[in-house]
Structure formats: C-alpha cells, structure tokens
T-cell receptor, first 109, second 112 residues
Framework: GQNIDQPTEMTATEGAIVQINCTYQ??????LFWYQQHAGEAPTFLSY??LDGLEEKGRFSSFLSRSKGYSYLLLKELQMKDSASYLC??????????WGAGTKLIIKP | DAGITQSPRYKITETGRQVTLMCHQT?????MFWYRQDLGHGLRLIYY???????DKGEVPDGYVVSRSKTENFPLTLESATRSQTSVYFC???????????FGPGTRLLVL
C-alpha cells in the first residue's frame, strides 16, 4: 500500500528553527508537495520538490531524497503565525496526491 | 479574482437526505478534485475531473456522485447521507494534473 508518515505534533519556540520530516512509500513518484493549513482553513501551497536537494523560499526550505523516500520542511525564524498543521503529499504514478495526516506545529513565545 | 469558492460553508443534515456541495473556480483550470478531511487521516480523494464531462473515482467514492457540465463547476452530491460522511470537504483545482492544486475554503458537513 501507499503510505506517508510524518510526526503528529511538534513544539518549537518563537525565533527558533524547526524541521518537520516526512517519509513515504508510494507507487511511483511525480513530486512531493508541502502545504500549510491553519485551523479551520484550507491547505495552502508552500513548496514542491521533484529532484533531490534543497529548495529555499524565504524562511521556508524543503529537502528531498528520492532514494531514501524522505523529505523535510525547514522553518527558520519561527513566528507565532507559523502555528499550523503542515501537510506532506506525494504525487504517485497515476498523478494522484497521497497525503500524510499532517504535523501540528505549536509555537511557544 | 474569486479563485475557488465552495458553498455552503457549513451544513447540517439528517441521515438519508440528499446533499449537494458546490464548487466554483474562476481560473479555467482543467482539473478539479474533491477531498474529505477527517481527524487522524490525510486528505482523501473522493472524485476528480480532467475536463467538462470527464470524471473519475478516487480513493473513497462510495456514496458520492459528481458531475461537471461546465469547466468552472464541480458539484459533489451525497445521495443518501450517512453519519460516516460527517467531515470537512475540500474542493481543489489545478491547471494540469501534475501541477499544484489550489484549495477552496471547505464545507463542514454534519450528518445527524
């Protein structure tokens, strides 16, 4: 079966750095997406990786290793508004997104 | 630019009733998707559509019906609602199947 694993919850301090990991086993691979979802709101797109390596976008970076079936989302200079759930999703061989259950990130002052 | 909208935003219904959730996008995206989101689960694909009059099943299609007579609209109908269909429903769209999906605000459905 297809599976995406990410931690259920993480806690970090305002101003710090946090890394959210995602491991996957899917039928084929056509890219990995990270979305942010604030409570009661829709998921919003953060980043996309299809090749190995690091993609940087402001305070957020995303890394991919296809050989290890592994990705992480790195958030720097954490702000209170970064408190949200972070969803990892892999596009499989049928171009369907397989979603992890999400990581709830709690930021403390 | 409205983007992608869903209605209603909240709905309470009773077991056995028919319910239709609406989704409308203004981007002329080819692909549209319906997901449900339940606590402890990732988003699960119900149905998707590649173009007007082309729809296909996702992971959890049972109990749902879709149609797409116009590119911009993609309604989801629960033919006879069950309590297990209590969930948050998200509509999404993308220009092409391999591209980023953009989500509507969601519909919270409670089936009593």
């Amino acid at each position: 079966g297809q599976n995406i694993d990410q931690p259920t919850e993480m806690t970090a301090t305002e101003g710090a750095i946090v890394q959210i990991n995602c491991t996957y086993q899917t039928s084929g691979f056509n890219g990995l997406f990270w979305y942010q979802q604030h409570a009661g709101e829709a998921p919003t797109f953060l980043s996309y990786n299809v090749l190995d390596g690091l993609e940087e976008k402001g305070r957020f970076s995303s890394f991919l290793s296809r050989s290890k079936g592994y990705s992480y989302l790195l958030l720097k200079e954490l702000q209170m508004k970064d408190s949200a759930s972070y969803l990892c999703a892999v596009m499989d061989s049928n171009y369907q997104l397989i979603w992890g259950a999400g990581t709830k990130l709690i930021i403390k002052p | 630019d409205a983007g992608i909208t869903q209605s209603p935003r909240y709905k309470i219904t009773e077991t056995g009733r028919q319910v239709t959730l609406m989704c409308h996008q203004t981007w002329s995206h080819s692909y549209m998707f319906w997901y449900r989101q339940d606590l402890g689960h990732g988003l699960r694909l119900i149905y998707y559509s590649a173009a007007a009059d082309i729809t296909d099943k996702g992971e959890v299609p049972d109990g749902y019906v879709v149609s797409r007579s116009k590119t911009e609209n993609f309604p989801l109908t629960l033919e006879s609602a069950t309590r297990s269909q209590t969930s948050v429903y998200f509509c999404a769209s993308s220009e092409q199947v391999e591209e980023t999906q953009y989500f509507g605000p969601g519909t919270r459905l409670l089936v009593l």
